[in-house]
């Protein structure tokens, strides 16, 4: 069975850094392209950011998040990471893990951890 | 940025009925366009990807069609637990972008 735990949310003042991580088992993790993706309270799902399987040699961004996030997987221990550096308020959101639906591809997000809720305020 | 626009924002619909939601890119996508369902609480759920595809598990009352710049989500025949927001996704390029999603309530 796929499971995705995320973890590593909580409050945090604005300027601040945050690292949230995702334990992934029961699948081949170094085969799929993974991707955060978040939802701010009451609004829709925004693309976080995604990196390519493998070495995770291709790592993308969200503009809202360019320059500030950084996504990185470790394969030896099936985890995700994004850091988060810089973050705003409007950076409130509960955070998704997801996996790649196909092997080797970018298509689409199938398997989703439950979230953890960051929050940014003073 | 590609932005993907969904239409209409939210459908009111009986138990059996056929409920088509669509979606448009600002600019070409291929096929590469997904459908997710979101019920509240709860992560969303894959229904479609490469704009036609099912995932395994998912009824075959959804369907997905459209190539280009226009998309649809067909629901052939509501159920009661299709009551759910709906959205779109391009993955053609990054960053990838979600439509601002569809309500479907039961009526």
């Known amino acids: 069975e796929v499971q995705l735990v995320e973890s590593g949310g909580g409050l945090v003042q604005p300027g601040r850094s945050l690292r949230l991580s995702c334990a992934a088992s029961?699948?081949?993790?170094?085969?799929?392209?993974m991707h955060w993706v978040r939802q701010a309270p009451g609004k829709g799902l925004e693309w976080v950011s995604g990196i390519s399987w493998n070495s995770g040699s291709t790592t993308v961004y969200g503009e809202s998040v360019k320059g500030r996030f950084t996504i990185s997987r470790d394969n030896a221990k099936n985890f995700l990471y994004l850091q988060m550096n810089s973050l705003r308020d409007e950076d409130t959101a509960l955070y998704y893990c997801?996996?790649?639906?196909?092997?080797?591809?970018?298509?689409?997000?199938?398997?989703w951890g439950q979230g953890t809720l960051v929050t940014v305020s003073s | 940025d590609i932005q993907m626009t969904q239409s209409p924002s939210s459908v009111s619909a009986s138990v059996g009925d056929r409920v088509t939601i669509t979606c448009r890119a600002s600019?070409?996508?291929?096929?590469?366009l997904a459908w997710y369902q979101q019920k509240p609480g709860k992560a969303p759920k894959l229904l479609i990807y490469a704009a036609s595809s099912l995932p395994s598990g998912v009824p075959s009352r959804f369907g997905g069609s459209g190539s280009g710049t226009d998309f649809t989500l067909t629901i052939s025949s509501l159920q009661p637990e299709d009551s759910a927001t709906y959205y779109c996704q391009q993955s053609n390029s990054s960053p990838w972008t979600f439509g601002q999603g569809t309500k479907v309530e039961i009526k």
């Open positions: 029961g699948f081949t993790f170094d085969d799929y392209a």
């Open positions: 600019q070409g996508i291929s096929s590469w």
């Open positions: 997801g996996r790649d639906v196909e092997r080797n591809k970018w298509r689409g997000v199938d398997q």
